[in-house]
């Protein structure tokens, strides 16, 4: 069970942190990623992480503005937004890959449990 948190309205050249909490003990086995879909437009990879949080991939489109990281204490996944554009207007989840392993997945397939979701809007 994923839940997503921290969206909402921003203007351009804002910043916001997304959070993701899961529930269960086996966060620190999976795997995380942020994925986002604007309105008719495909899923698209923002970023991904590994099991222990010490590898990272961040898309073409957000690389040097977010940046994806994870506290396994606290069960939580957080993508901070920086220097926020009217194109990064979407819906943000999180989705979670069951497995350690120093692979980093960017396909929506490969993902095992989704977030329903938080709303960011960047306003020109």
């Known amino acids: 069970h994923l839940v997503e948190s921290g969206g909402g309205l921003v203007q351009t050249g804002g910043s916001l942190r997304l959070s993701c909490a899961a529930s269960g003990r086996a966060f620190s086995s999976y795997a995380m990623g942020w994925f986002r879909q604007a309105p008719g437009k495909e899923r698209e990879f923002v970023a991904a992480?590994?099991?222990?949080?010490?590898?990272?991939h961040h898309s073409d489109s957000v690389k040097g503005r977010f940046a994806i990281s994870r506290d396994n204490a606290k069960n939580t996944v957080f993508l901070q937004m920086n220097s926020l554009k009217p194109d990064d207007t979407a819906v943000y989840h999180c989705a979670a890959k069951i497995g350690r392993s120093t692979i980093l997945y960017t396909a929506a397939r490969q993902y095992d449990y989704w977030g329903q979701g938080t709303q960011v809007t960047v306003s020109s």
């Open positions: 992480i590994n099991w222990s949080g010490l590898l990272t």
